[in-house]
């Protein structure tokens, strides 16, 4: 995946909006109490995959 997201997107903006608005959304579940099943944590752990990846770039 990290690879198939450098060759489409080389400086990492999509990569970054992504996170933002992931961020952003997972945000204002928690602000309303809704973050608290399965679909938070897949959320949650993809957030983390995204920020490693653009660490490692």
Do not use: K, W, Y
């Amino acid at each position: 995946m990290d690879a198939a997201l450098s060759a489409i997107d080389p400086s990492g903006v999509s990569l970054r909006r992504a996170c933002r608005h992931l961020n952003d959304g997972l945000r204002f579940a928690e602000q309303n109490g809704e973050a608290n099943n399965a679909a938070a944590e897949i959320v949650r752990g993809l957030i983390a995959n995204l920020e490693e990846m653009e660490t490692l770039n």
